[in-house]
C-alpha cells in the first residue's frame, strides 16, 4: 500500500465529532419518547403533591363533618367531594399520597438492597453458598405473597412500621433470584475472567464490573413491584394492619369508599384512579428508563 | 537470552475437569520454558488443551471444579504456591492476557480509557489523570486511529479490529514481561488478522516482552513465533524452533496437521486429511493418544506413554519413532 500518494490532512483540520457523554445521550433519548417522559411529570408531579401535602392541601384531612357526607365532585369548597364521614377528599388524597408512596418505595428500597445483594453474592461465589442463599428463598416461594405479607405483619402487629417489614420480606426473594440469575449469566462473560486476567480481585469485580452490568435487570424489575407493593399495603391497612384508619392512605380510602359506591361512585374512584395512575406511570417509566440507559444500541 | 533461570518455566502441569460425564484429563503433564523476549506458538486444534494451559499459566481455571498439579514458575516465583492476593498483583502486571473474541471480552458499560485506566491504577497507584494519559499513549502505541477520541468510546462503538488493538493495549497496560494471547485473529476477518499480528509483533519486539500465542492458524504460527510446541489431547507432541518444526516436521500428528493445511499449491486437489477424530478427554487411551488415527501405529504405541525423546536438533518429540540424539 502506497500511502505517500494520498494528500495528507493536517491534523487540525480534520473534524471530527465528538461523542456526547453518556448521561447526554440519556438525556436526549427520554426526551425524544414522549411517553416516557409523560409519565416522568405525571410522576414528579404526584410526589411533590404528596411531599407538599401540608401545603396544598385546603382543609384538614381528618376533620369530620356529620352534615356534609358523601358530597359530589364540584361541591363548592370540596372541589373532590366529601368521603362517608365528611372529610374533604381532595386534602386526604394529598396526605396519602405521601403514606401511600411511602409504602410503595420503602420496602422496594428495603429488599432491592437486601435482595440484590444475596442474589449478587449466590451468583458471583456460586457453590455452597449459593445453595443455602437459593434453598432458603426457595421456602418463602411456597406461600402466595398476600398470604405471607398478612402472616408476618399479623406475627408483628399492626403498625405501618411493621407493614413495611412484612413487606420487605415479601419482596427479598424475587429480587434475589433475578439477581443470582443475571449475575449468573455476567460471571461467565469473558470480561469478567479478561478483569481477572488484569488482577482485579473479587471485591473489585463484583464492584466495577458486575453492578453495573446487573443493576439494570434489577431495578426495573423493581420498579415494577413498586405498585406491587402500594396495593398490597393497602391490602393490610383493609385488614387493620397497616396504616391505621384515622390516617389517609390511598388504599385504605378505596376500602372505606367501598360502600359509596352506588351513592358516589365517582368519588370512590378516586383514590383508585390515584394508584392505577402511579403504578402505571411507575411502570411505563422504568421501561423507558431502560430503554434510555441501555448501552448497546 | 543468557539468563540461566527463564522467565516462565512449566514442569508437569496436569490439568483436570471434573464433568458430569467423568474426568476429563484435559493437559496432561507438559513441560516448556519461556525466555525473556521469546515468541512461542502453541499450535493444535480445538480441544488439543491450549487454551487451558494459558488459563494455567495464570491460575484463571475455576479452583473448585479443576485439578490442577505440577509446577508453574513465573519469575523465580511459584504460582499455586502463592496466596491469591499476590496471585492478583501478578496478574496483568507481570502476565497479561488478549482474548479471543474483544467484543466479550470488555466490560460494554466502560469506555475504553476508563477500561485501560483502571487496570493502571490498580497496579500502580497512580492518579486518575495520570492513567488516563497513559491510556492515551497505549491507545496511540497500538495504532488506533483518532485515538483521543476513542477513548471515549464503548466497545459496541468499535469495530473488530478496533476492539482488538482496544484489547491488546489493555493488556500491554502495565508493561507485562509475559502477554498470553488466546487466538487473537480468529475473531477478526482475513486483512484485519494480518494487522493485528504484524502489530503484536511490533509491539513484541519493542517491549521485549514475552509473548505465547494460542492458534490453530499455522500461518500464524510461522508468521510471528521463534518456538512451536504442537498440541495433541493435552500433550506437547513436538516442541521446536518454528523452523524445524513447520518445516521439517517429526511426529506423525504434526506432519498430518500441516499437510492438511490449505495453501496456494492445493488448486484442485483434495485436501490431505487425518482420519478418525480427536480422542475423548474423559476415557484417554493407555498408550499414545494419537495411535488409534496414525499410520505408523506400532505394538509399541498401546503399550504405554511415549517417551520424550531429544533429538539431535534440540527439538523434542514425544513419539516412539524419534531418534533421539547421540
Keep these: 500500500m502506497d500511502t505517500t500518494a494520498l494528500p495528507r490532512i493536517p491534523p487540525d483540520q480534520v473534524k471530527v465529532s465528538r461523542s456526547p457523554g453518556y448521561w447526554a445521550t440519556v438525556g436526549r433519548r427520554i426526551l425524544a419518547d414522549r411517553v416516557t417522559l409523560v409519565c416522568l411529570v405525571l410522576l414528579a408531579t404526584i410526589a411533590l403533591a404528596a411531599v407538599f401535602a401540608d401545603v396544598l392541601a385546603p382543609l384538614d384531612p381528618l376533620k369530620t363533618s ?57 451468583g458471583f461465589f456460586g457453590g455452597r453458598l449459593n445453595m443455602v442463599i437459593m434453598r432458603t428463598v426457595d421456602v418463602f416461594y411456597a406461600f402466595p405473597s398476600v398470604l405471607l405479607a398478612v402472616a408476618i405483619s399479623g406475627a408483628l402487629g399492626s403498625g405501618m412500621k411493621n407493614a413495611i417489614v412484612a413487606l420487605t420480606i415479601v419482596f427479598v426473594p424475587p429480587l434475589v433470584r433475578i439477581a443470582e440469575t443475571v449475575t449468573t449469566q455476567v460471571r461467565n462473560l469473558d470480561f469478567v475472567e479478561a478483569a481477572r486476567a488484569s488482577g482485579a480481585g473479587s471485591p473489585t469485580i463484583i464492584r466495577v464490573h458486575l453492578l453495573p452490568n446487573v443493576m439494570g435487570a434489577i431495578v426495573v424489575y423493581a420498579s415494577g413491584l413498586f405498585s406491587v407493593s402500594i396495593i398490597l399495603a393497602s391490602g393490610l391497612s383493609f385488614l387493620g394492619l397497616g396504616v391505621e384508619p384515622p390516617q389517609a392512605e390511598w388504599g385504605l380510602m378505596l376500602n372505606t369508599l367501598r360502600q359509596a359506591i352506588y351513592v358516589q361512585p365517582w368519588v370512590a374512584i378516586l383514590p383508585g384512579m390515584m394508584i392505577f395512575v402511579t403504578s402505571i406511570c411507575c411502570n411505563l417509566a422504568s421501561d423507558g428508563l431502560r430503554a434510555a440507559m441501555e448501552i448497546k444500541q | 537470552m543468557s539468563d540461566p533461570t527463564p522467565l516462565l ?56 471444579r479443576s485439578r490442577i498439579s505440577g509446577r508453574v514458575t513465573i ?22 492476557m488478549v482474548f479471543q473474541e474483544p467484543m466479550l471480552a470488555l466490560d460494554p458499560v466502560y469506555t475504553i480509557g476508563a477500561q485501560i485506566a483502571e487496570t493502571i491504577v490498580r497496579h500502580e497507584r497512580v492518579s486518575k489523570a495520570e492513567a488516563g494519559r497513559r491510556a492515551l499513549e497505549l491507545l496511540e502505541k497500538v495504532q488506533i486511529p483518532s485515538a483521543k477520541r476513542r477513548l471515549e468510546a464503548y466497545p459496541h462503538e468499535m469495530s473488530g479490529g478496533m476492539r482488538q488493538r482496544a484489547m491488546i493495549a489493555l493488556a500491554l497496560a502495565c508493561n507485562p514481561a509475559i502477554l498470553l494471547a488466546d487466538e487473537p485473529t480468529t475473531a477478526l476477518d482475513a486483512t484485519v488478522q494480518m494487522q493485528v499480528l504484524l502489530l503484536l509483533r511490533r509491539l513484541q519486539a519493542e517491549t521485549g516482552m514475552a509473548v505465547i500465542m494460542v492458534t490453530h492458524d499455522i500461518g500464524v504460527a510461522a508468521e510471528t513465533a521463534d518456538r512451536v510446541a504442537v498440541m495433541y489431547a493435552g500433550r506437547i ?34 485436501l490431505d486429511a487425518i482420519p478418525g477424530a480427536p480422542p475423548d478427554l474423559t476415557a484417554l487411551p493407555p498408550g499414545c493418544a494419537f495411535a488409534p488415527r496414525c499410520a505408523r501405529r506400532r505394538e509399541a504405541c498401546d503399550v504405554g506413554q511415549p517417551p520424550k525423546i531429544r533429538m539431535a536438533d534440540a527439538r523434542e518429540v514425544l513419539c516412539v519413532d524419534a531418534v533421539a540424539a547421540g
Excluded at chain 1, 374533604?88 to 429488599?111: E, K, Q
Design chain 2, 75 to 96: 519469575a523465580g516465583e511459584d504460582l499455586y504456591g502463592l496466596p491469591e492476593r499476590r496471585v492478583e498483583d501478578l496478574r496483568g502486571k507481570v502476565v497479561s
Design chain 2, 237 to 270: 507432541v513436538e516442541q521446536g524452533t518454528a523452523a524445524q518444526v513447520l518445516k521439517t516436521p517429526q511426529h506423525p500428528y504434526a506432519t498430518g496437521l500441516f499437510a492438511s493445511t490449505v495453501h496456494a499449491g492445493l488448486k484442485d486437489r483434495r
Design chain 2, 9 to 64: 518455566s512449566v514442569t508437569g502441569l496436569n490439568v483436570a475437569f471434573q464433568t458430569p460425564r467423568g474426568t476429563a484429563q484435559a493437559v496432561n503433564g507438559i513441560d516448556f520454558t519461556l525466555a525473556r523476549g521469546e515468541v512461542l506458538c502453541l499450535l493444535g486444534e480445538s480441544g488439543s488443551g491450549k487454551s487451558v494451559t494459558l488459563r494455567a499459566l495464570m491460575r484463571l481455571l475455576p479452583e473448585q
Design chain 1, 66 to 122: 356529620m352534615a356534609k357526607r358523601l358530597r359530589p365532585i364540584g361541591t363548592p369548597g370540596f372541589p373532590l367531594g366529601t368521603d362517608e364521614l365528611g372529610r374533604d377528599i381532595l386534602s386526604r388524597l394529598l396526605y396519602g399520597g405521601r403514606m401511600s408512596l411511602l409504602m410503595g418505595s420503602w420496602p422496594v428500597a428495603n429488599a432491592l438492597v437486601i435482595g440484590g445483594t444475596l442474589g449478587i453474592v449466590a
